[in-house]
Nanobody
Framework: QVQLVESGGGLVQPGGSLRLSCAASGRTLDYYPIGWFRQAPGKEREGVSCISSSDGSTYYADSVKGRFAISSDNAKNTVYLQMNSLKPEDTAVYFC??????????????????WGQGTQVTVSS
């Protein structure tokens, strides 16, 4: 069973940047995709981005495409989400989660688990 811990959230002005980290322990990330999700107050959870360490394939929601970049450091067993050109509508609690063995994104988002505790991102002037 993998354990995930997010970090890197905070308060940033519109147009600013943040880098979130998702540190995994308990097993390696090989063949287990890691996804970033977010949930704003009163809204459903949204799958934002995902990466498969086995082949480096990535997925981005249309709402963040061109602004966010996901990457993984297999040596550190950590996945990062670089968020640029942040907008107030990006404000949410961001979570990372792990997909089942050899699962794909976003088709298998409903099967992701091992959720971290989340990190708050607030974009405001």
């Amino acid at each position: 069973q993998v354990q995930l811990v997010e970090s890197g959230g905070g308060l940033v002005q519109p147009g600013g940047s943040l880098r979130l980290s998702c540190a995994a322990s308990g097993r390696t990330l090989d063949y287990y995709p890691i996804g970033w999700f977010r949930q704003a107050p009163g809204k459903e959870r949204e799958g934002v981005s995902c990466i498969s360490s086995s082949d480096g394939s990535t997925y981005y929601a249309d709402s963040v495409k061109g602004r966010f970049a996901i990457s993984s450091d297999n040596a550190k067993n950590t996945v990062y989400l670089q968020m640029n050109s942040l907008k107030p509508e990006d404000t949410a609690v961001y979570f990372c989660a792990a997909g089942p063995f050899r699962s794909t994104c976003p088709a298998d988002f409903g099967r992701f688990g091992s959720w971290g505790q989340g990190t708050q991102v607030t974009v405001s002037s």
